[in-house]
């Protein structure tokens, strides 16, 4: 098996997007935020109907789909995972969504719009894409129509993170800000926060638990399986880490800016 690296410079000894598919087989949302935290961020968004919203890695498409529902809004999700992408598309059949939303399996950074008249642009739990929160921020911006909605989902201390936990996740204090630091990137390019929802310990906790009940549920239904090894070596590190240090003093937001009428990305 060739070695994978993921976004925290983690090594993994297997294929990383068939360990984060195993582990992620009981979420229909793939970031700590509750379903109801999410129909919140829905509501908020209120984009026209006809409008059109592009997600970069839109995981399993729910957020494309909760828009598209709500108000009619067509959508392009872009992911890297042929097993989210999968899932993403089986979702959107089912939800009779299939001439609404279309979903695009490739590298984020590779992804070129034609336009920039989308009325929502996305990227939730994945701004590692555009190279962190201020590349996609202006990425996502140049996407946008003028008056249009700018929506990432990124981490923030909610305390000083100590250097064995720097350590253990290979991260530096300086990958991530404060709450205000978020807002802040936001602003420095022009754009106006309107909203945000930032998630609880419940939130956490239950993003968390169904990632390592999902893998401890295929290691047992699958006891053949070469990879079971790593498995379970990842999932312990990544329970044991959250565990002891990730609950105080790292959380998570949804942040909704606006790009001004007239303003240039
Ligand atoms: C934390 S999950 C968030 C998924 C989705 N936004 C959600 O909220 O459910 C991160 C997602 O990023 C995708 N991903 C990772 N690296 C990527 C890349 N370079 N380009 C596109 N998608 C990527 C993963 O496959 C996964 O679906």
């Not at 984060?20 to 009981?26: A, D, E, I, P, S």
């Not at 070129?112 to 929160?133: I, K, N, P, Y």
Request: hydrophobic letters at 35%.
């Amino acid at each position: 098996m060739e070695r994978s690296i993921d976004r925290r410079n983690t090594v993994l000894e297997m294929d990383r997007w068939k360990f984060y598919w195993l582990t992620h087989r009981y979420h229909d949302i793939a970031n700590p935020i509750s379903s109801q935290g999410l129909d919140v961020i829905v509501e908020a968004l209120r984009p026209p109907a006809g409008g059109r919203v592009l997600d970069i890695a839109s995981g399993k498409a729910e957020v494309l789909c909760r828009l598209s529902e709500r108000y009619g809004v067509s959508g392009v999700g872009v992911d890297w995972s042929p097993f989210f992408c999968g899932e993403a598309t089986q979702n959107i059949r089912s939800r009779g969504l299939a001439d609404k939303i279309v979903i695009h399996q490739m590298d984020g950074k590779d992804f070129r719009a034609t336009d920039s008249s989308f009325e929502v642009t996305m990227c939730l739990g994945a701004t590692w894409v555009f190279g962190g929160l201020r590349g996609t921020l202006k990425q996502l911006s140049q996407w946008t129509r003028p008056g249009g909605a700018v929506v990432v989902g990124e981490p923030f201390w909610t305390a000083e993170p100590p250097a064995e936990y720097l350590e253990s996740e290979s991260i530096s204090r300086d990958d991530y800000s404060d709450h205000a630091g978020n807002v802040a990137a936001g602003e420095s390019l022009g754009l106006d926060l309107v909203f945000t929802v930032a998630s609880n310990a419940d939130d956490w906790d239950r993003y968390y638990s169904p990632t390592w009940l999902a893998a401890y549920d295929y290691i047992r239904d699958h006891p053949d399986d070469a990879d079971n090894t790593e498995i379970a070596r990842l999932t312990e590190h990544a329970r044991s880490v959250y565990l002891k240090h990730g609950r105080n003093c790292l959380n998570w937001a949804i942040y909704v800016f606006r790009k001004p009428s007239g303003h240039a990305a």
